[in-house]
């Protein structure tokens, strides 16, 4: 407290690689590589320390507008931050704190490839970006045209993410990530090179002379770039208030923890990193501590049968599972067929009737037409226990859950003929010619019930 009787607040970055993000002099600064590093805070800290001037304006990006209000995203954070500093909270025309001065900070979002172009004319002398990894290329490029500046602060841009060996980011920060590990390489950590862009191809060089003399560029033309990846051990915050969160990240699939954990920019779905024969335990017979409560079908559908134009279609699939006491997860069945839209339809109703208990988890694709299909189902399967579960992420996703929980080996499988194409499948997954039992297993996992027997819907709807 000041000898006014004030409060005052020190604002300052954990020493570490926060602190030298916040301290880097380069153009354009990456920040992260695991979870729990600390990125959303310091990405909001970064504008502070021009709030004084009343020129001065920032965006901070995420690609869709829910992820700037989810529950504890940028602007939750943004509000135990901001108003420290006096900054006043407007929702119109926009999401944005507007300093004493005047000075603004502003949250937005690219949703569609497009989207760039709403901010033609736009001045903003800081960008940044909330999961550099989720934008495009072409995104990314196209608002460094908007990135210029007026106001006396030269502009720039930072950007946190996560890894993700598929995006062009992972290209981007080649240099300092070691190709053959996957992992960071330490003593490149916070290193400054430059880069100029001709045609689409960019042309990377230790100094901006270097760059001038082998492409015969502008030297303002070239912009510097830096990489400081960080971990959740650098966060000793975090650590404090939340000790178990490091448990949250190990309980992860091996892909997931490599990727969150230890900020591996190499791995990526590939056969047999999601679930292997060898991660479970093979039971004689169905177990008699079986929670009754817990029964659940999911499915996956297809309507196809092979003919000379498609003689390999995709599978209906409907795999069993429940719950054993103590928490285990156990499969029991799994029916594959390839039957008309119709005798699809039949096959359920038959399941249904032979286990009146179960619950019934049934796909619900994006868009007017998976509700139709799911609310056609509802309705003839009335009297039954209906989940529907919506699919809203791709595949890999989706199965990431039952992973984690088959590579720590919590999964129990009955010995049964459909075992050897179920590991067949499974352990070709994502890679494999057919993923329609991974699919099911995905659904199954994701309506069954925990211990107590009861069910969150978590966004989908319920019939019992």
């Known amino acids: 407290m000041a000898a006014d009787g004030t409060t005052v607040y020190e604002i300052r970055p954990q020493p570490g690689p926060q602190e030298r993000f916040l301290a880097s002099p380069a153009d354009i600064a990456i920040y992260g590589g695991a979870a729990g590093g600390g990125k959303t805070w310091a990405l909001l800290m970064e504008p502070l320390r021009h709030v004084a001037n009343p020129e001065f304006g920032a965006v901070i990006f995420r690609r869709e507008s829910v992820q700037i209000t989810n529950e504890g995203g940028l602007w939750d954070e943004a509000r135990k931050l901001y108003p420290l500093l006096g900054a006043q909270p407007k929702s119109s025309p926009k999401l944005q704190y507007v300093f004493p001065s005047g000075a603004r900070v502003s949250f937005g979002h690219l949703n569609a490839e497009d989207s760039v172009l709403d901010w033609q004319g736009s001045q903003i002398p800081f960008i940044g970006y909330d999961e550099l990894t989720h934008f495009s290329r072409a995104q990314f490029f196209y608002m460094l045209s908007r990135n210029r500046s007026t106001s006396g602060v030269a502009p720039y841009v930072r950007a946190t993410c996560n890894p993700d060996s598929q995006s062009w980011v992972a290209e981007f920060i080649a240099w300092w990530i070691d190709q053959r590990t996957g992992y960071a390489i330490p003593e490149r950590a916070g290193a400054i090179r430059w ?3 001709r045609d689409d191809v960019i042309h990377w060089a230790d100094t901006p002379d270097e760059l001038v003399a082998a492409t015969g560029c502008d030297r303002a033309d070239c912009k510097s770039v830096t990489f400081i990846p960080a971990s959740l ?3 000793p915050a975090l650590l404090r208030r939340d000790p178990g969160y490091r448990a949250n990240l190990m309980a992860q699939s091996l892909v997931e923890r490599e ?3 230890r900020g591996n920019w190499k791995i990526k779905p590939a056969a047999g990193l999601y679930f292997r024969r060898g991660d479970v335990r093979i039971l ?4 008699d501590d079986i929670i009754e409560s817990t029964w659940v079908r999911g499915w996956d559908l297809a309507a196809t049968q092979p003919c000379e134009a498609n003689p390999d279609p ?6 069993r599972m429940a719950r054993r006491r103590g928490g285990r997860i156990v499969i029991t069945h799994i029916d594959r067929f390839r039957l008309n839209a119709a005798r699809v339809r039949a096959r359920i109703r038959t399941h249904a009737e032979a286990n009146p208990g179960d619950r019934i988890a049934l796909p619900e694709d994006p868009g007017q037409a998976g509700k139709d299909q799911a609310d056609s189902y509802v309705r003839e399967l009335e009297g039954f226990r209906v989940v529907r579960a919506r699919a809203t992420k791709d595949k890999v996703a989706r199965a990431e859950p039952l992973a984690a929980q088959w590579q720590a080996g919590n999964v129990d499988v009955v010995a049964a003929a459909w075992n050897e194409a179920f590991f067949a499948e499974l352990e ?3 890679e494999g010619g057919h993923d329609d039992q991974v699919d099911a297993a995905a659904v199954a996992f994701l309506k069954l019930p925990p211990a107590g027997g ?4 978590g966004g989908s709807r319920e019939t019992e």
Do not use: E, K
């Open 195 to 197: 880069f100029v862009r």
């Open 233 to 235: 051990d650098d966060n």
């Open 259 to 261: 990727r969150l954990l």
């Open 284 to 287: 004689p017979d169905v177990p």
């Open 314 to 319: 995709d599978y209906s699939v409907g795999v």
């Open 428 to 430: 070709s997954f994502p």
């Open 454 to 457: 009861s069910i969150a819907t």
